[in-house]
């Protein structure tokens, strides 16, 4: 498994990227999340203290990425007919563009739902059929 090697800390105070300072690393105090040192996460630690062994207590395999459940997450959502707007926004996306091209194999199964929506209100409902 790979790790990327975080450089930077993002903090809240308008998203501010801090790093340590030479008086003694001390490190900004506006973390969201931070080591009991006040210190920012390594990814490794957070990966093995914390994820792990939540994959482990949900029955899940150990395999998983943090990657692969927020791909399921969307997924899901949008084969549940969420509104793509919320899914890229609860993303992060820049675009919605991004989410649509990402997750457009959710989509044939949508346009199924969408025609006998489209089916319902023409034809069902109007007592014609």
């Known amino acids: 498994m790979r790790y990327m090697k975080i450089k930077r800390v993002i903090g809240l105070a308008a998203l501010s990227i801090g790093y340590p300072t030479a008086e003694?690393?001390?490190?900004?105090?506006?973390?969201?999340?931070?080591?009991?040192?006040?210190?920012?996460?390594?990814?490794?630690?957070?990966?093995?203290r914390h994820f792990k062994?939540?994959?482990?207590?949900a029955?899940?395999?150990e395999s998983l990425r943090l990657y692969d459940l927020r791909h399921s997450c969307a997924t899901l959502l949008l084969s549940e007919g969420e509104n793509p707007k919320v899914v890229s926004e609860r993303l992060g996306h820049a675009s919605i563009t991004l989410t649509l091209d990402?997750?457009?194999?959710?989509?044939?199964?949508?346009?199924k739902a969408?025609?006998?929506?489209?089916e319902d209100l023409l034809f069902r409902k109007s007592g014609t059929q």
């Not at 003694?24 to 093995?48: E, I, K, W, Y």
């Not at 062994?53 to 207590?57: H, M, N, Q, S």
């Open 24 to 48: 003694g690393c001390q490190m900004l105090r506006d973390l969201v999340f931070a080591s009991s040192h006040g210190t920012p996460l390594l990814p490794r630690n957070l990966h093995r």
């Open 102 to 111: 990402t997750y457009s194999h959710v989509l044939p199964s949508m346009q």
């Open 114 to 118: 969408a025609s006998d929506k489209l």
């Open 53 to 57: 062994p939540l994959l482990k207590r």
């Open 59 to 61: 029955g899940l395999d």
